[in-house]
């Protein structure tokens, strides 16, 4: 079975902080995403990512960055959170040829 | 269907009957559809995917049907357990290593 894992479940930062989440998988897979989820909007891609050291921004990128140095973990960068960045936040993983997308347990990031 | 600002749409079933939830997709050029289920506290886990040239699709206890004439498409859970009381929501892939998802629907299973 493919395992995500995300290196909090609850994380709490204050206004201004540079926040780093961590995603790992174990499944060797080339594509790589971070996504938040917000009641009533649903998952929005922040970045992915192709291969290593490659990114590319999704639907909402901005407040953000990725690091991807190895092929297994995909880091999602808050340069200096802000409390709209309050949200859960999801990592997810893909290999041709499915479509399906494996998803991480998910960060609670509460920015007060 | 998807739902319009905060409130998911709900469904409640009794155990052992049949679920159907549906979702309007947005784009034509669609090729790849997936159902998720999230359980709470949980990230979202795949049931079931159709590509754009089939219109029915079944797995275990779970059907997908899919109509391109009004870009619609539904799952359909038979004889359904208070196990699968979770929020169901809808993807759309639209190329280019993209997905996108719908808002979901809330089915909770009355035993």
């Known amino acids: 079975d493919v395992k995500v894992t995300q290196s909090s479940r609850y994380l709490v930062k204050r206004t201004g902080e540079k926040v780093f989440l961590e995603c790992v998988q174990d499944?060797?897979?080339?594509?790589m995403f971070w996504y938040r989820q917000d009641p009533g909007l649903g998952l929005r891609l922040i970045y992915f990512s192709y291969d290593v050291k490659m990114k590319e921004k999704g639907d909402i990128p901005e407040g953000y960055s990725v690091s991807r140095e190895k092929k297994e973990r995909f880091s999602l960068i808050l340069e200096s959170a802000s409390t709209n960045q309050t949200s859960m936040y999801l990592c997810?993983?893909?290999?041709?040829?499915?479509?399906?997308?494996?998803f991480g347990p998910g960060t609670r990031l509460t920015v007060t | 269907g998807e739902s319009v600002g905060l409130h998911l749409p709900t469904l409640s079933v009794q155990e052992g009957d049949n679920s159907i939830i549906n979702c309007a997709y947005s784009?034509?050029?669609?090729?790849?559809f997936i159902w998720y289920k999230q359980e709470s506290g949980k990230g979202p886990q795949f049931i079931i995917d159709?590509?754009?040239?089939?219109d029915k699709r079944q797995g275990q206890r779970v059907t997908v049907l899919l109509n391109k004439t009004v870009k619609h498409l539904s799952l359909q859970i038979a004889a359904t357990q208070p196990g699968d009381s979770a929020v169901y929501f809808c993807a759309e892939n639209i190329g280019l290593l993209k997905l996108t998802f719908g808002q979901g629907t809330i089915l909770t299973v009355h035993p």
């Open positions: 159709i590509r754009s040239n089939m």
């Open positions: 997810a993983t893909w290999t041709d040829p499915s479509y399906e997308q494996y």
């Open positions: 784009n034509s050029a669609s090729d790849y």
């Open positions: 499944m060797d897979h080339e594509n």
